[in-house]
């Protein structure tokens, strides 16, 4: 392609030149020529170089000057305008005019302007790199960017950490070969040589290529992003503060949820130091100055792995400080910036130090958790591998963090001691874990909801009545909370007083019903819709070998057999205590000797899954199995609770055992007498022979006073027939049975009186006596200490 043929959209490549002696004829053309102005060789040698020119009639008095633009006439006739430059030789006779179409001339010297804007300028990064990715020119040589100086010839491996290098040498690489530019793409960089830093770039790249499109390296523009990239970084590490920490109530997971925020964006080690006080729920103590500040490391992260054995570890108590000005920095709640070199000036005790400043610690930065007034502990971080140091931005980032955080530790604190108190006033309404009588082991447990996270009105209770009978209790009150367990209380004290009187435990759930209706009453109106209860009431009759009971919505009790077979006790469960107007039914069921009755509430069964069938059967097969190693009844209850430690539940969980045994053949007498006066003798005699087969004759004349007067009353007021029974046991039960249910009841006689003075007398020579009712009739029972 020519120069005319540039005139129409062409773009010319070469340089023409041209030799001319000092007439002004042309003695030289080049072939660059000969394409320039489509002229050949043979035409243009000898003649005027001037004849060339459009106008030649424009050509100044005194010549053309050494440079400049001129108009040339091309051999087709049409005109391409040049730029040209007049060289001397050292030939003075001859002269070398070097020519080159305007728009070439033009093209190159925006080229070089372009280039010497982008070397001269500091606010835009400049590389050019060769195909090695070298750098071939650059306006950083001199260290015009933050970071270290990018000298000519250097590589990417040689200013930057290998991995860093690594990743923009790859993006170069894909430019230089496939020639797709790269625009704005976020680069962070570590310096591997002083100054050490961080930086994020904004880098943008081209493929530079020579006259024939083959590639000759790239050609790299950047910015500093560095300050947008920290302020977005600060902000998301805000952001990620707000939503992650505080967010539960433990203590603990807060101050591991303060490290792990903290690491590894803004340190690279960091721990959280509290109160000894504030791990129990307590108010720490105000103190000023250096000394034992009682504090202990709670949380601890490295960003390089495990927790280093040299340092402080989790849950060690934190040495005293000295009287530093750091310290009461801290104490006031400021926060505090200090090298390791000022820190190994202050504490100075070598084992000290070993605990609190890790190996290649050079920044650290500490902030107190200071929230309503009290100092909580404090969080402290450093920087290892990172080679900057903490500065004041940092310091307003982590003042923020902390008193976020302060917060969130004290809400936990502050709960710790509430739920504190909740659980110990619910486990000191709950009886003993264990009670064991001569024919029956009772053991329970109880677990809060969510590990401890929640109290709640679930309950158990083994209450033992006369004639070695034992009443068993499970319930479970809506709701969790302190009202919760107030109510469980309630109800519990009305359990134990209905038990004492001996009520039949459908009776016994008739009356615990309107109870709790009454509750609902007294409660405020938005929550008496939440004031119930579920509650399961079986009596034990060791004498008969059987049980007796009743549910008030509550889940069946699990019957182990000694033979290995475990199922639900099948039974017709009443209405939830509180919805009253239904009845409840009871059911008797043999209980062998060696079988077990486990009773639990729901809670126990969510921790096994959400099917309450499947849950259930989980349940019995972890029953049979216990049961079949011959575990005792605390062991069982245990089992069955930890059986379930792998699924949490949102609800507290009771459960109760029970491992029945026989008495003894030859430790019941019974006997049977008419309505006849006489029978009051035999009576007698009969009860002093059987305690003298037993070797008791010391208790026959209490026992023959005790037995004539029942046996009397019975005869004359309520008519036959009458039975007798003893049993023996640590203590001797007496009972009498009539079929009168006329409540008796103990008077004091006057002077002048008869009778009256037999209930008297019965219960100033027995332990206690009492009275309960069958379906016909009643039992009036006494029961004696044993005479050795």
């Known amino acids: 392609m020519n120069a005319c043929d540039a005139a129409d959209g062409g773009s010319p490549s070469q340089v023409a030149s041209a030799l001319v002696d000092r007439r002004g004829a042309v003695v030289g053309w080049s072939r660059a020529a000969e394409r320039l102005v489509q002229r050949p060789a043979a035409e243009i040698l000898g003649r005027s170089v001037l004849r060339l020119l459009a106008d030649p009639d424009a ?53 070089a302007a372009l280039s010497r804007a982008l070397l001269a300028q500091h606010r835009v990064g400049f590389v050019l790199r060769d195909t090695d990715l070298a750098v071939v020119r650059t306006n950083l040589a001199r260290g015009a960017f933050a970071g270290p100086p990018l000298p000519v010839g250097s590589r990417l491996s040689d200013v930057m950490q290998a991995a860093d290098a690594a990743g923009v040498e790859a993006r170069l690489r894909g430019v230089l070969e496939t020639g797709v530019p790269l625009a704005a793409s976020e680069q962070r960089v570590r310096s591997a040589r002083p100054p050490y830093g961080e930086w994020s770039l904004s880098v943008s790249a081209v493929r530079t290529e020579d006259a024939r499109g083959r590639p000759t390296g790239v050609a790299v523009l950047f910015t500093d992003a560095t300050e947008h990239w920290q302020a977005e970084r600060r902000r998301e590490l805000r952001h990620r503060a707000s939503a992650g920490i505080g967010g539960t109530l433990d203590i603990n997971r807060t101050a591991q949820e303060i490290v792990d925020t903290l690491v590894p964006d803004f340190a690279d080690l960091a721990w959280v130091d509290l109160a000894d006080a504030v791990s129990t729920g307590d108010e720490p103590p105000k103190t000023f100055g250096g000394g034992d500040l009682h504090l202990r490391r709670t949380a601890a992260r490295s960003a390089g792995g495990p927790w280093p054995p040299g340092l402080l570890q989790p849950g060690a108590p934190v040495p005293a400080f000295p009287d530093l000005p750091m310290v009461r920095e801290l104490q006031d709640g400021r926060t505090i910036v200090v090298d390791r070199k000022a820190l190994e000036q202050g504490l100075r005790d070598p084992a000290h130090l070993r605990l609190a400043v890790p190996e290649v610690g050079h920044s650290m930065i500490a902030a107190p958790l200071f929230a309503r007034g009290l100092v909580l502990g404090l969080v402290a971080a450093w920087r290892t591998g990172r080679p900057e140091p903490f500065d004041e931005e940092d310091a307003v980032l982590l003042t923020e963090i902390a008193a976020h955080s302060a917060l ?325 039960f007496c009972e009498v049975t009539d079929p009168s249910n006329t409540q008796p009841r103990m008077r004091r006689a006057r002077t002048g009186d008869e009778g009256g003075r037999g209930l008297f007398l019965v219960a100033q020579l027995s332990r206690r006596w009492g009275s309960r009712y069958g379906q016909t009739g009643k039992t009036i029972w006494v029961e004696q200490e044993l005479l050795v």
């Open 59 to 111: 050509v100044p008095a005194g010549g053309l000057p050494d440079s400049g633009t001129a108009r040339l006439r091309c051999g087709s006739g049409k005109i391409v305008t040049v730029r040209y430059r007049v060289d001397g030789l050292q030939n003075p006779s001859l002269s070398l005019i070097l020519a080159v179409a305007a728009g070439q001339a033009s093209e190159s010297e925006w080229d």
């Open 408 to 732: 969130g530790v004290d809400n936990a604190r502050r709960y710790t001691r509430e739920h504190r108190a909740a659980v110990t006033l619910q486990r000191r309404l709950l009886p003993q874990a264990v009670t064991s009588t001569r024919v029956m082991e009772a053991a329970g447990a109880y677990v809060p909801a969510s590990g401890g996270a929640e109290i709640g009105g679930d309950w158990f209770d083994a209450i033992e009545l006369p004639s070695l009978r034992t009443a068993l209790v499970v319930g479970d009150v809506t709701g969790h909370g302190l009202h919760a367990t107030a109510t469980m209380g309630r109800l519990r004290t009305a359990v134990q007083t209905l038990a004492d009187l001996e009520l039949a435990p459908d009776e016994l759930l008739t009356h615990l019903d309107d109870l709790v209706s009454r509750l609902a009453v007294e409660t405020e109106p938005v929550q008496r819709d939440v004031v119930g209860a579920t509650c399961l009431v079986a009596v034990h009759d060791p004498v008969a070998g059987r049980c007796t009971m009743a549910a008030a919505g509550h889940p069946p009790p699990l019957l182990a057999l000694p033979n290995g077979g475990v199922a639900p006790v099948t039974m017709q469960p009443g209405p939830p205590l509180g919805v009253g107007g239904l009845p409840f039914e009871a059911t008797t069921i043999d209980v062998p000797s060696n079988s077990v009755l486990a009773l639990y509430t729901d809670g126990l069964l969510q921790r096994y899954g959400t099917d309450i069938d499947a849950s259930t059967r989980e349940l019995a097969e972890l029953l049979a199995r216990t049961h079949s190693l011959g575990e005792d009844a605390a062991a069982i209850a245990q089992t069955l609770m930890v059986g379930s430690a792998a699924r949490p539940s949102r609800d507290d969980a009771a459960v109760l055992v029970a491992r029945f045994s026989a008495l003894e053949t030859d430790s019941v007498a019974e006997w049977e007498f008419p309505a006849d006066p006489r029978a009051v003798a035999s009576a007698r005699e009969a009860a002093t022979d059987k305690l003298a087969e037993w070797g008791l004759e010391a208790n026959a004349f209490v026992t023959e006073l005790i037995v004539s007067e029942l046996v009397t009353n019975a005869v004359r007021y309520a008519g036959g027939p009458v039975g007798l029974r003893l049993i023996r046991d640590e203590v001797l």
